[in-house]
């Protein structure tokens, strides 16, 4: 019936895109997560921004993390990406002509006939936002890191296809976990105070001198491990994701940028420029 009725309006498929904030590459390979990875192949590839918000901006026109490919020009290798939509959303004759003139794939995917929602955990991306456009419902969540209230709170019409963004923040420094106390969550000096504020604008950064002593470096490699630690708890809650959606659900999970663990002396993300900021996983692929 649900099948059906998406057939009409020319897209098939329900269209789920998922961003763990902040997770490296390595760390999610790392983490080795079963279930995500029942979507298809993990990709190494590459965000065109280093923090956030462009980065979500980016996201939001339908471009994904690149795969830096070598003798193409960037208007040939967008038109691919932005082909790649019928696959996403069950259709045809979906091309870059279609996101044109707002480049915004929220409008877009209204325009076919969907139903847009966005839950975000980063209050740089908040609905205040030049992001919130084209979305039917957008919300900052109470929670900075807690997919599975996000999980619980989806919904997916059964006469009308439906977009859902979910920006997940457990990923996200200081790679908490839901349930962990908060005056349990690690501290980098110098950190900690703009985290209070969530203005992850200023997260990242060089750390001073004399910070990335071997006492520091144990303590950054124990926030990596946390950041692991984090894709694998997502992974459970992926799970539990996987079981609730109706089947036509195509998703795409990837990040919004990579993190410094004291390598060349950075932590962190955003005023960065090191290749490990950019490095990103991307696994998508029909519910089945
Ligand atoms: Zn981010």
Known sequence: MAARSHASRGVRNHYVLIVFDSCRYDSFVSAR????????????????????????????????????????????????????????LGAGGIEFRSFVPRLNLPVLLRNLGYRTSAMVSLPVLNPATMLNSGFDSYRLMPKHNDMRAMVRQMHFPEDQPSFHL???????????????????????????????????????????????????????????????????????????????????????ITSDHGELFGEEGYFGHGPIQHEKVLEVPFVEGKIR
């Open 33 to 88: 997560p079963r279930t995500i990875s029942k979507l298809g192949k993990v990709e190494q590839r590459w965000s065109y921004a280093s923090w956030t918000a462009p980065s979500h901006f980016n996201l939001l026109m339908g471009l994904m993390p690149h795969t830096s490919p070598r003798n193409v020009y960037a208007s040939e290798y967008y038109k691919k990406d932005f082909f790649k939509f019928n696959e996403r």
């Open 166 to 252: 979910l920006n997940v923040g457990e990923t996200h420094y200081p790679y908490a976990l839901p349930d962990e106390p908060e005056d349990q969550w690690p501290r980098i000096s110098g950190v900690h105070g703009v985290f209070k504020h969530l203005d992850e604008a200023i997260v990242g950064g060089k750390l001073r001198r004399g910070r990335t002593k071997m006492f520091d470096q144990r303590k950054l490699a124990k926030l990596r491990d946390r950041q692991i630690e984090a894709v694998k708890y997502l992974d459970a809650v992926v799970e539990e994701f996987f079981d609730l959606v109706p089947k036509n659900t195509y998703v795409t």
